[in-house]
């Protein structure tokens, strides 16, 4: 039974590819990818109800295929232990779905106690990517500070603040800073800028429980990605 895949479920998965190509998917519409070593994880719910439970060892081969023949109809189903891919009214395409396991998503909800929330626009998350890779910072951190009026994100050039370090005045090489939102908080967070290059584009509505744990909330799509802050150098895993 082949089930057609959306342009917008397409996109969707190319862009779980930046996070973890080998994705388990579930029966039903709410799939999820972490991270092979479980510091980002996202989780969609899909236009579609996928029928069957199967792993996909190469997601970007799906991608490709999809992405190559855009002007057609796209679909699939599960044939033990094949993924057939039906694109237009004649092609036919085949990739091998993975036996191995391990590296899988939880499957529960992560309760993620807020103590700050602030939105991100969609132009100033593209702002961070762009001055990221300009700059080169990707590698590096992004320090999202309260002042108890505004939300302020500083891309940086240092690895992890010490601990002992977190009340100095910072100092580094290279930096960009933006005004990004509103809270009535005084807070610190720390997030690896690469994790930001991850999201799809879009405004998000942020969820900061500052011991060690992001949630960014896409405010047009049923899309939701979970990130370890970093916590005495250290990121925090999503188990």
Same mark, same amino acid.
């Given at each position: 039974?082949?089930?057609?895949?959306?342009?917008?479920?397409?996109?969707?998965?190319?862009?779980?590819?930046?996070?973890?190509?080998?994705?388990?998917?579930?029966?039903?519409?709410?799939?999820?990818?972490?991270?092979?070593?479980?510091?980002?994880?996202?989780?969609?719910?899909?236009?579609?109800?996928?029928?069957?439970?199967?792993?996909?060892?190469?997601?970007?081969?799906?991608?490709?295929?999809?992405?190559?023949?855009?002007? !057609?109809?796209? $679909? =699939?189903?599960?044939?033990?232990?094949?993924?057939? &891919?039906?694109? %237009?009214?004649?092609? #036919?395409?085949?990739?091998?779905?993975?036996?191995?396991?391990?590296?899988?998503?939880?499957?529960?909800?992560?309760?993620?106690?807020?103590?700050?929330?602030?939105?991100?626009?969609?132009?100033?998350?593209?702002?961070?990517?762009?001055?990221?890779?300009?700059?080169?910072?990707?590698?590096?951190?992004?320090?999202?500070?309260?002042?108890?009026?505004?939300?302020?994100?500083?891309?940086?050039?240092?690895?992890?603040?010490?601990?002992?370090?977190?009340?100095?005045?910072?100092?580094?090489?290279?930096?960009?800073?933006?005004?990004?939102?509103?809270?009535?908080? !005084?807070?610190? $967070? =720390?997030?690896?800028?690469?994790?930001?290059?991850? &999201?799809?584009? %879009?405004?998000?509505? #942020?969820?900061?429980?500052?011991?060690?744990?992001?949630?960014?909330?896409?405010?047009?799509?049923?899309?939701?990605?979970?990130?370890?802050?970093?916590?005495?150098?250290?990121?925090?895993?999503?188990?």
């Amino acid at each position: 039974m082949f089930i057609p895949l959306s342009k917008s479920t397409i996109q969707v998965l190319h862009n779980f590819c930046s996070i973890n190509s080998n994705m388990l998917f579930r029966e039903g519409r709410k799939q999820r990818v972490i991270e092979s070593n479980k510091t980002v994880m996202a989780e969609i719910e899909l236009e579609e109800d996928i029928p069957w439970t199967f792993k996909i060892y190469d997601l970007g081969e799906l991608v490709t295929m999809a992405s190559a023949n855009a002007a !057609q109809a796209f $679909a =699939i189903d599960y044939q033990d232990p094949n993924i057939v &891919l039906r694109i %237009g009214d004649s092609a #036919i395409g085949t990739i091998m779905s993975s036996t191995h396991r391990g590296g899988e998503p939880p499957t529960g909800d992560l309760d993620v106690k807020a103590d700050v929330e602030f939105d991100l626009k969609a132009s100033d998350l593209a702002n961070v990517c762009k001055m990221a890779t300009s700059l080169k910072l990707e590698k590096y951190e992004t320090i999202v500070d309260g002042d108890g009026s505004s939300v302020r994100m500083t891309l940086t050039d240092r690895v992890q603040l010490a601990k002992e370090d977190k009340d100095k005045p910072l100092s580094f090489q290279k930096t960009y800073s933006l005004l990004v939102g509103k809270s009535d908080r !005084q807070f610190r $967070a =720390i997030i690896r800028t690469e994790h930001f290059r991850k &999201l799809m584009p %879009g405004s998000y509505r #942020i969820t900061l429980m500052l011991r060690g744990l992001a949630r960014m909330k896409h405010t047009t799509r049923a899309l939701t990605y979970w990130m370890g802050l970093e916590v005495d150098r250290k990121s925090t895993r999503l188990n």
